[in-house]
């Protein structure tokens, strides 16, 4: 059973940055890893992707401010995200296609 472990996020001022790891527990550098996010009342979104060749992919929303990245060897996934609005606010959940989630880890933007 795959476990995907969240963590890195809190409470930020607008403009500020965090950084989001997501630790999986089996060799993850030949699969597809994503971040994804719902805020209260709404979907769960779509923020980032990242291949086994490395391309990477973002949501219009975050292009430009957030960067997905990986370490193999830590069998972790991050995602940096930078200029943070109060919008950014959410559970950002990690995942593992096909289907593995994480807990999800709180980012709140707010001054």
């Known amino acids: 059973q795959v476990q995907l472990v969240e963590s890195g996020g809190g409470l930020v001022q607008p403009g500020g940055s965090l950084r989001l790891s997501c630790a999986a527990s089996?060799?993850?550098?030949?699969?597809?890893m994503e971040w994804y996010r719902q805020a209260p009342g709404k979907e769960r979104e779509w923020v980032a992707t990242i291949r086994s060749g490395g391309t990477t992919n973002y949501a219009d929303s975050v292009n430009a401010r957030f960067t997905i990245s990986r370490d193999g060897a830590k069998n972790t996934v991050y995602l940096q995200m930078n200029s943070l609005k109060p919008e950014d606010t959410a559970v950002y959940y990690c995942?593992?296609?096909?289907?593995?989630w994480g807990q999800g880890t709180q980012v709140t933007v707010s001054s």
């Open positions: 089996t060799n993850m550098y030949t699969i597809t």
């Open positions: 995942r593992m296609r096909p289907n593995f």
